[in-house]
């Protein structure tokens, strides 16, 4: 059996909000409420949903880039939820992180042989002859040329600037690594170059990665799994080839309905939405997705749906997931 590489287990992330009074009720904003799943080594996992389900909140506490409020994050075996700093710094040659903009996520003041050298720190003490030569080889590695080292991030394009990107996370060998949107920000031509990129450093260095997207189209070509996420739950998961085929969870429909087809012959059924985003200030009763499901009945107000098995390792929180299913594959 494969090793799992990553492991979350209920994890919860409220941040509270300034209150309109001196006697009001504490507000919070409900970002990630109980979410589990794993990660086996060499296996890429695919995060999706629109903007505000908690995608980026998740990407953050799985790296301990922020505090969480309860739950569990075990990477390689070691607990890094509520570890200090000092704890930290040595663990996190196992996990690094490609962020969503390649302008932004570059010091222009710094060469790129420095920046991607940066998270060699966390390994101790090593030689400039062993640090030199680890970033012109990962920058080889990415497509790029080892004599890049003394350029600046201005003098490369967006491409080019998330390939050094990538070359930072991946110089300290790391085990996993959490992509927040890599792609979404460049050309369409070039987010190709990156995702084969990203299957090619797979493939040669075992890595696992963490993949999180608002573009299903890309978790399909990349992932190997895919959880599916609204309002800080995990509403659907499973392997993407399943989940993709047939959607157990209304949610999950909407999305891949809005992927652009090619035209063909039979008439698509579309699920419409209705009503509006129920906040994440809000906690309520029953189905977050009930106030714009048309699927939705009296039960779905009264009880929760839990992640329940629909299929081989697939799971979907919904209590008419087996008639969705069904209308799928009819």
């Known amino acids: 059996m494969s090793k799992t590489v990553l492991k979350v ?3 919860v992330r409220h941040y509270p909000l300034p209150k309109e009074s001196l006697f009001a009720k504490p507000r919070y904003v409900y970002a990630l409420n109980g ?4 990660i086996k080594e060499g296996k890429s996992f695919g995060i999706v949903g629109e903007s505000g389900c908690g995608k980026s909140t998740l990407a953050r506490n ?12 075990i990477i390689q075996g070691e607990e890094v ?15 690094q992180m490609v962020f969503q903009d390649p302008y932004g996520s570059l010091d222009p003041h710094h060469t790129v042989g420095r920046i991607v050298a940066e998270p060699l720190a966390a390994l101790g003490k090593i030689s400039t002859e062993e640090k030199n030569n680890r ?8 497509g790029l040329k080892s004599t890049d080292t003394e350029k600046y991030p201005h003098e490369f394009s967006g491409g080019q600037r998330q390939r050094i990107a990538i070359a930072r996370a991946l110089i300290t060998r790391p085990s996993l690594i959490v992509a927040d949107e890599p792609v979404s920000a460049l050309d369409v031509s070039v987010q190709a170059q990156v995702l084969n990129l990203l299957k090619d450093l797979q493939d040669s260095f075992g890595v696992t990665y963490m993949f999180i997207s608002h573009d299903l189209a890309v978790v ?17 998961k499973g392997r993407t080839e399943d989940l993709f085929k047939s959607p157990a969870h209304p ?18 059924e579309r699920i419409r939405l209705k009503g509006t985003v ?6 309520r009763i029953g189905c977050s997705f009930q106030d714009r499901c048309p699927m939705a009945q009296d039960r779905c107000r009264r009880e929760t749906p839990s992640l329940k098995k629909v299929g081989p390792e697939h799971l979907a929180a919904c209590h008419f997931s087996q008639e969705l299913m069904k209308e799928a594959t009819a």
């Open 35 to 38: 979410v589990s799943f794993e």
């Open 81 to 95: 939820v509520c570890k200090s700093f000092s704890e930290l710094r040595p663990l996190r040659q196992h996990f």
């Open 278 to 283: 129920t906040g994440q200030t809000e906690q």
């Open 135 to 142: 970033v012109k080889e990962v920058l080889q590695s990415v």
């Open 62 to 73: 799985v790296m301990a880039l922020e505090p969480t409020d309860s739950g569990s994050v």
């Open 220 to 236: 399909e070509y990349l992932c190997d799994e895919v959880a599916v996420m609204y309002l800080g739950s995990i509403v659907e």
């Open 251 to 268: 949610y999950t429909k909407v999305l891949l309905d809005a992927v652009p087809k090619p035209a063909s012959g039979r008439k698509r």
């Open 9 to 11: 287990t209920d994890l």
